[in-house]
């Protein structure tokens, strides 16, 4: 049998619930300077992200509304009345400030930690004199499976593929349009699917993340076959653009 249970905080203290964003069962009701917090399982609040919260008061809810504060017996007060909202509907999610074409959301920032999921690298940002040079003594085999774009105004290389070379530079794993640093992951439990909602993505878009939360666009046409021959133009001068120069950002 479950009991319900609530918490009060202050509202300056809200963004701290975002880690409770995506359980079940929990809502809201802004209270002045405080925040409620409620939900239907008193198990909730032994768990270490309720556990952890900078809470003004924790209460046991009675069937009738009352408020028994954990570990006594008495109620001190009734639960307040006011349009309960679910937490998920109330915290929505606020995309971070993008490096470039960025789309922003409404609250919450997505942010990135480290992470103990191994995923392959698949993407590398490196410098064209390191691509030049790889290029020199790189066989077909190696160079087929890639692609590569240039971003002009970052002054580096993006090549994309597996397997990726021995380059020095900063390497990414890329699933549904969205590259986040090898090592780390997005601190709020989303998958790369639902960032790309989140910063609203299209399909012929490449939101790259970097460790700070910041990100950048890159257009998948941007990407085009890293031959030798484009590889090793990559970063020079040129008085005339081929096609494949022209093709890269």
């Not at 191994?118 to 590398?124: M, Q």
């Not at 439990?189 to 399909?203: F, M, S, Y």
Request: glycine fraction near 10%.
């Amino acid at each position: 049998m479950t009991t319900a249970w609530a918490l009060r905080i202050s509202t300056q203290h809200a963004a701290l619930l975002g880690p409770l964003r995506c359980k079940e069962g929990l809502s809201v009701l802004a209270d002045g300077p405080s925040l409620w917090l409620r939900g239907e399982d008193h198990a909730a609040l032994d768990t270490l992200a309720v556990r952890r919260l900078p809470t003004e008061g924790r209460y046991t809810v009675r069937a009738d509304g009352g408020l028994i504060p954990v570990d006594h017996a008495l109620p001190v007060g009734v639960v307040p009345e006011g349009a309960w909202v679910g937490l998920s509907q109330w915290m929505q999610l606020k995309a971070p400030k993008a490096q470039f074409a960025g789309q922003t959301g409404q609250r919450i920032a997505l942010s990135l930690v480290r992470s103990a999921d191994e995923r392959r690298a698949n993407l590398l940002l490196t410098t064209y004199r390191a691509v030049r040079q790889w290029a020199e003594g790189a066989s077909q085999l190696r160079l087929s499976p890639l692609s590569v774009a240039v971003d002009r105004e970052q002054q580096c290389v993006a090549l994309r593929g597996e397997p990726l070379p021995p380059l020095p530079g900063d390497r990414y794993a890329v699933e549904a349009g969205v590259a986040v640093p090898a090592g780390f992951g997005f601190a709020l439990p989303l998958t790369c699917t639902e960032v790309a909602g989140v910063v609203g993505l299209k399909p012929e878009q490449l939101a790259v993340f970097g460790p700070d939360g910041g990100w950048s666009l890159l257009p998948e046409d941007c990407f085009v076959a890293a031959t030798r021959a484009t590889l090793r133009q990559i970063g020079r001068p040129t008085r005339g653009v081929s096609p494949e120069k022209d093709a890269l950002c």
